[in-house]
């Protein structure tokens, strides 16, 4: 029987973590893709830049005299051609050959398209036989998908942490962390019948691991999310990276928010209690259809609704704990009815504890009187004003830590 993907991305995650270098990583992923997809043989090849070609570097159930000399150009055969169109690819019937069990095989280009990390994909995985002799369903090749997309960014970072030996590793490690933070982030915000968003991360030189996220869930559901993980550099940037794949794979069940962030607590709260780390988390639910927010505030900054109508600020929290205290904490949650006109911000604490050369904080009330300005203006237009205020307020002292920030209004 097949995992469900939250507990996939979780051994893939752990297993991966163990790992000392990078051909061993190759091999880790395959193992736990083929266990997870239940089959006997699979591959994965990756792109080589310089030969232009595809190449294998790690199989199971294949003859290493075959794989290892193997080498496919662009374009040629279905290998070549899913990586080059950078499409996922099922063929449940072919006449095939006799080395093979099924007449069923599927392919995926190793690609993180909602991170960005490259225009191309970095290589394909290869499936076939299922040891249960079936053909791949369509919920194969979609779990397959949001395997690879993962297994995409591991392999980024994995090279870009291989750079770290050549060069200076502070200076690069900040580097690194930045680049991973800022592939987490949504390049673009969903267009959504009555809501306008706005997004952005402004980062510090002493590097945090701030994440937002918006996210489409159910029919025309959206998701909001906002989170804090503690620490710095590459081990918090790789940690966001980690709970931002819990976290798509958990909303696909379109659960209530307190339900998701208790799953998401307990699933990662293992690597939370190893490394000492902790992540404060804002999460939401907003159907536009009844205009309604259900929301769970996990040790998070408190949220801001200005309600447009009755001119009057409510503040968004439910007294939960932190991710990574307790393993089976009883989340709670919130709703709220939301009108045209009002607005939602959701920050980190980088924006309201940041200190000017007076030692002063920006804090709450700054805040809510830089949105209370904002009447009629879009989400982008009382988020650039909200940090403008900010600039002005810092009077070009640098912030100390990381500043992100989420803006929806209702239309």
């Known amino acids: 029987m097949t995992k469900a993907p939250l507990e996939i991305l979780h051994r893939l995650s752990q297993a991966i973590s163990k790992a000392p270098k990078l051909e061993e990583i190759y091999s880790i992923i395959l193992e736990e893709i083929a266990e997870a997809m239940d089959v006997e043989r699979a591959s994965i090849m990756r792109y080589d830049t310089k030969a232009h070609i595809l190449r294998v570097v790690a199989a199971k159930g294949i003859e290493p005299e075959i794989w290892k000399h193997l080498e496919i150009h662009v374009g040629e055969g279905v290998s070549g051609r899913v990586w080059q169109e950078g499409k996922p690819l099922l063929i449940k019937g072919t006449k095939g050959s006799d080395r093979y069990k099924t007449h069923s095989f599927m392919v995926a280009p190793v690609t993180c398209f909602p991170m960005k990390v490259g225009a191309t994909p ?28 993962q297994v995409a960014a591991y392999l980024h970072l994995c090279d870009l942490l291989d750079q770290l030996k050549s060069a200076q590793q502070a200076r690069m490690q900040l ?17 959504i019948k ?86 404060s988390l804002f999460y939401a639910q907003y159907q536009p259809k009844t205009k309604t927010l259900s929301f769970t505030n996990a040790g998070h900054n408190p949220g801001l609704l200005w309600q447009a109508k009755k001119r009057n600020p409510e503040w968004l929290f439910t007294q939960d704990s932190l991710l990574g205290i307790e393993p089976d904490f009883p989340y709670h949650q919130k709703q709220c009815k939301l009108a045209s006109g009002d607005k939602v911000v959701l920050y980190t604490d980088g924006l309201t504890e940041a200190l000017n050369d007076k030692n002063e904080r920006y804090g709450s009330h700054r805040l ?44």
Not at 133 to 148: A, I, M, Q
Not at 226 to 246: K, M, N, T, Y
Not at 382 to 407: C, H, N, R, T, Y
């Open 175 to 191: 580097e690194v962390a930045r680049e991973i933070q800022q592939r987490l982030l949504p390049q673009v915000p969903p267009k």
């Open 194 to 279: 009555g809501v306008d968003l706005a997004g952005r991360l402004i980062t510090a030189e002493r590097v945090g691991a701030d994440y937002y996220d918006f996210l489409l869930h159910g029919k025309n559901g959206l998701s909001l999310c906002i989170a804090d993980v503690s620490g710095h550099s590459v081990g918090g940037a790789l940690l966001a990276s980690a709970f931002r794949s819990f976290l798509r794979a958990e909303i696909q069940t379109v659960r209530r928010p307190a339900n998701i962030v208790a799953a998401l607590n307990k699933i990662i709260f293992p690597d939370l209690i190893q490394s000492e780390q902790f992540i």
């Open 122 to 149: 970095v290589g394909i995985i290869n499936l076939t036989d299922k040891i249960s002799g079936e053909p791949f369903t369509e919920s194969d090749l979609k779990l397959l998908t949001t395997l690879s997309d």
């Open 368 to 411: 809510l009187n830089a949105v209370e300005k904002g009447e009629g203006e879009s989400a982008q237009e009382i988020l650039d004003s909200l940090l403008k205020d900010f600039e002005k307020f810092m009077g070009g002292k640098p912030a100390q830590d990381d500043v992100s920030l989420i803006v929806m209004k209702v239309e």
